[in-house]
C-alpha cells in the first residue's frame, strides 16, 4: 500500500514538458528540448540509471545543471568525465539543496537511507522521485521524512534509459536480443 502525501500548498518548481517522440533509426529521440524543464536537478547515485539520465537531460538540454552525487569518487569522476553531470557534490545535503528535481538513483536500501538527508535539505517545492526497481520501501521512507509536505512523483521508466558508456553491467542483468525482443526502427 503506497502511503498517502499531501499535495496540499503544494507548488512545484519545475513544469513539465510532453514526451519526446519515438526515437528513430538513430536513436535519437528528437529536437533538443527548447526550455529547460528544472534549473537545478540533483542525481543521487550516478550509476548506470543514474548516470544514463543525467547524461540524456544533458543531450537534450532538459536542465539546466545537473549535480551528481555518490559515495564513490571514481563513479563521479567518471559522471563527470562522460559528461553525465555539470558538476559533483561531495555530500548529500550540497547537492539536494537549490534542487528543483532530485532523483534517488542508488540502491534500494541506500535510497532508504538517505530519505532523512534529503527530506533536510530539500528546498520548499522540489520534486523528489527514485528510480528503484521497487516502491513501497522507498514511498513509505519519503513520507516518513517529509512529514507530508510534498507530492509524490511516480520514477521515470528505466527502460526508456540507454546505458551510457562505460557503465558496468553485471552479465545476469544483460539484455539478451531474441527474435521476440528485438528493438523495431
Known sequence: MWPRLSTANFTPRARLLPMPE???P??????PAQTPVAARAAILGVGLIGGSLGLRWRQRGAVGRVVGFSRTPER????????AVDEVAVD???AVRGADVVVLGAPIRACIAMAPEVAAAA???CLITDVGSTKAA???????ALRGHAAA???????AVTPWPGASVPASKRPTRTSSNRRCG
Do not use: F, Q, T
Open 76 to 83: 563521479l569522476r567518471r559522471s563527470l568525465e562522460l559528461g
Open 26 to 31: 538513430s536513436g535519437d529521440a528528437g529536437e
Open 92 to 94: 548529500l545535503p550540497s
Open 153 to 159: 512523483v511516480p520514477p521515470p521508466s528505466s527502460s
Open 123 to 125: 528546498d520548499p517545492g
Open 138 to 144: 522507498i514511498a513509505a521512507a519519503m513520507a516518513a
Open 22 to 24: 519515438r526515437a528513430g
